[in-house]
T-cell receptor, first 113, second 116 residues
Framework: GESVGLHLPTLSVQEGDNSIINCAYS??????FIWYKQESGKGPQFIID?????DKRQGQRVTVLLNKTVKHLSLQIAATQPGDSAVYFC????????????FGTGTRLTIIP | NAGVTQTPKFRVLKTGQSMTLLCAQD?????MYWYRQDPGMGLRLIHY???????AKGEVPDGYNVSRLKKQNFLLGLESAAPSQTSVYFC???????????????FGDGTRLSIL
């Protein structure tokens, strides 16, 4: 079956630096990927998504890169701020026509002031 | 605009008790979902619904039932609570897949449930 995993459970970055959070998936029949941010005591918050017909998508201070050849997804956050400290999840929908999101286990990003 | 609202926020149950978690969304989303989140395991899908009156099983459906009588509400029931159901439960909703493909799911802030 499909699975999604994050490379590192924790990541610490100096405030103002860029951060990169990585994610790998095992099913090549991927359709759609999402990055979520979850702060303590809150639900996952949508950050950015990307469809399988794209390699890159940019938002405000965030960029998602999708490499279908090596089944790898990354989230880049530019000029990190203290408010970026949270757990970040990648999630994917596998098999076209499916509504089910499969989540990775999350990376805890800590911004060092 | 409240988005996705879950009630209650916290609850403690004894083994064998029953309860219903309520999820309400005001975004006119067609699809709704229930997940559970446990330490080190990410979010796992319990049940979901693609429209009023329809439900389907997710990854971990055993011990739970759901109902979608109104488009804006999705109820999760525990008929006989077990300690293994201690978790944080999240509800989410999204627009239907449509011509452009899948749409992002938007989450509530969760219900923290402890079964003693």
């Amino acid at each position: 079956g499909e699975s999604v995993g994050l490379h590192l459970p924790t990541l610490s970055v100096q405030e103002g630096d860029n951060s990169i959070i990585n994610c790998a998936y095992s099913n090549s029949a991927s359709d759609y990927f999402i990055w979520y941010k979850q702060e303590s005591g809150k639900g996952p918050q949508f950050i950015i998504d990307i469809r399988s017909n794209m390699d890159k998508r940019q938002g405000q201070r965030v960029t998602v890169l999708l490499n279908k050849t090596v089944k790898h997804l990354s989230l880049q956050i530019a000029a990190t701020q203290p408010g970026d400290s949270a757990v970040y999840f990648c999630a994917g929908i596998f098999n076209f026509g499916n509504e089910k999101l499969t989540f990775g286990t999350g990376t805890r990003l800590t911004i060092i002031p | 605009n409240a988005g996705v609202t879950q009630t209650p926020k916290f609850r403690v149950l004894k083994t064998g008790q029953s309860m219903t978690l309520l999820c309400a969304q005001d975004m006119n989303h067609e699809y709704m979902y229930w997940y559970r989140q446990d330490p080190g395991m990410g979010l796992r899908l319990i049940h979901y619904s693609v429209g009023e009156g329809t439900t389907a099983k997710g990854e971990v459906p055993d011990g739970y039932n759901v109902s979608r009588l109104k488009k804006q509400n999705f109820l999760l029931g525990l008929e006989s609570a077990a300690p293994s159901q201690t978790s944080v439960y999240f509800c989410a909703s999204s627009y239907a897949r449509g011509e452009v493909g899948n749409q992002p799911q938007h989450f509530g802030d969760g219900t923290r449930l402890s079964i003693l």
